[in-house]
């Protein structure tokens, strides 16, 4: 494959195409923001550097966009350098709350932005934040446990040895393009193009009233070993997918919830592709999942399978009805719900908490460093709920994020209730009233 050494002008993969256009439609974004804490004795400069090196070694992290046309260019990458160990704790919280939600400027700005915060005498805040176009929550992960390991490597006097890449983005890029000009990329183009257009005229008879807001809550809730076996089991006495029984399961609950019509989007992770699972970018794709409201289970759950399948065999022609979409950028959040899934083979330790942004324990790194990650407040695309589910080992883990325009508090958690018990509710089993 070509990657990005043989490549001058790699195209955007349809992904960056979409959040490019969306940018240029909306003055909201799709921000994804950590902080991680570093407490003890860090050598500063090692850090940047380190930082730094393993940053500029993938092209797509030094991308710039400009133009109709979107066409790229590549800067390199800095970290800023803070000793903010004069502020107080209230002024700390309101820079991070600022850098979380403060926009990124796709032709003018580092689309990932790095800051290392001194905090105290041994402690600091390593901040990132980046557009979604250019990466995901794992590729930050994944970057962020290469950038450490290049530390630890520099503490002890060892040259650090980038990991060898058999593919990267631009190559991924590239296969995209390929596939989209093959019969069978037409023929996947076509069915979702001549399907999306059937939910267009029904798009286009929506009231529609903008909503701006991308204030976010979140409601965290877990399955435990002996729960996410009985999940599993249910699914497989369906004989339907994992992925299609949670999504199935978010629907039934929301069309019991909700009074109004609504769109459901899939996210389905390329990760899956044990080629696409080192690489970093922006590696999902978005498939429009039908409501039905007068559906039994049983059915919907058929259907949903069925759906899901496919997408998975065309998900690379697949567009969205959602915020991402082509045709869904102008609906507003009431009518938008998302529901995205990631399965891994094994536990990774901390790897959930640094997808997530959730608050996790400490980490020691070696005998005087240690790290924890904090939250941070995410600019997201308003959609009414984004459900983000993420399998390892056998551990269910699942992230309600709300827009607060269309929900409060208790109503979500009521969702969040509804959602668990019918996932875990069996065929001989009767479903508690609402």
């Avoid at 029984?245 to 044990?274: D, I």
């Avoid at 899901?308 to 009518?335: C, F, N, Q, W």
């Avoid at 904090?374 to 959609?383: E, K, N, V």
Wanted: proline content about 3%.
């Amino acid at each position: 494959m070509a990657g990005w050494s043989l490549s001058t002008q790699v195209p955007l993969s349809i992904t960056e195409q979409r959040i490019y256009d969306l940018h240029h439609r909306k003055d909201l974004v799709d921000l994804i923001t950590r902080a991680m804490v570093v407490k003890g004795d860090l050598d500063v400069e090692l850090f940047k550097k380190s930082i730094s090196e393993v940053v500029n070694t993938y092209p797509i992290f030094r991308c710039r966009y400009s133009g109709e046309s979107a066409v790229r260019s590549f800067v390199d990458i800095e970290l800023d350098y803070l000793d903010i160990r004069h502020l107080s704790e209230a002024h700390v919280a309101s820079f991070l709350r600022q850098f979380g939600s403060s926009p990124i400027n796709l032709e003018r700005d580092q689309l990932l932005g790095l800051s290392l915060l001194r905090t105290g005498e041994d402690e600091y805040i390593f901040l990132t934040k980046c557009h979604h176009i250019i990466t995901d929550g794992i590729s930050l992960s994944l970057l962020w446990s290469e950038a450490l390991s290049h530390y630890l490597s520099g503490e002890v006097g060892k040259d650090y040895q980038p990991r060898v890449e058999t593919t990267d983005f631009a190559d991924y890029v590239n296969f995209e393009q390929a596939y989209l000009q093959s019969a069978r990329g037409q023929k996947a183009r076509d069915y979702w193009q001549d399907r999306l257009q059937i939910q267009e005229e029904k798009i286009k008879q929506l009231p529609q009233s903008e909503e701006t807001s991308v204030l976010c809550s979140e409601a965290v809730c877990s399955l435990g070993e002996g729960e996410i076996e009985r999940v599993m089991a249910l699914a497989s006495s369906e004989n339907v997918s994992l992925f299609a029984y949670l999504a199935a399961a978010f629907q039934q609950v929301l069309c019991e919830f909700l009074p109004h019509t609504f769109w459901m989007s899939g996210n389905l992770s390329l990760r899956l592709k044990k080629e696409h699972r080192e690489v970093f970018g922006p590696m999902c794709r978005y498939v429009n999942l039908m409501v039905c409201r007068d559906e039994p289970w049983h059915e919907k759950l058929a259907r949903l399978s069925t759906e899901i399948k496919y997408a998975m065999r065309t998900v690379y022609a697949a567009e969205s009805i959602g915020p991402h979409g082509r045709i869904g950028h102008h609906l507003d959040a009431s009518h938008c719900y998302l529901v995205t899934f990631l399965q891994t083979e094994e536990h990774r330790e901390g790897f959930f908490a640094v997808y997530t942004g959730e608050t996790s324990d400490w980490a020691r790194l070696n005998d005087h460093l240690k790290i924890r990650i904090a939250p941070l407040a995410t600019r997201l695309t308003p959609y009414g709920i984004y459900l983000s589910i993420t399998v390892f080992g056998k551990q269910l883990r699942s992230s309600f994020i709300y827009n607060e325009n269309c929900f409060e508090e208790k109503q979500v958690e009521a969702i969040v209730s509804r959602w668990c018990d019918r996932l875990l509710c069996g065929p001989e089993d009767v479903l508690p009233q609402l």
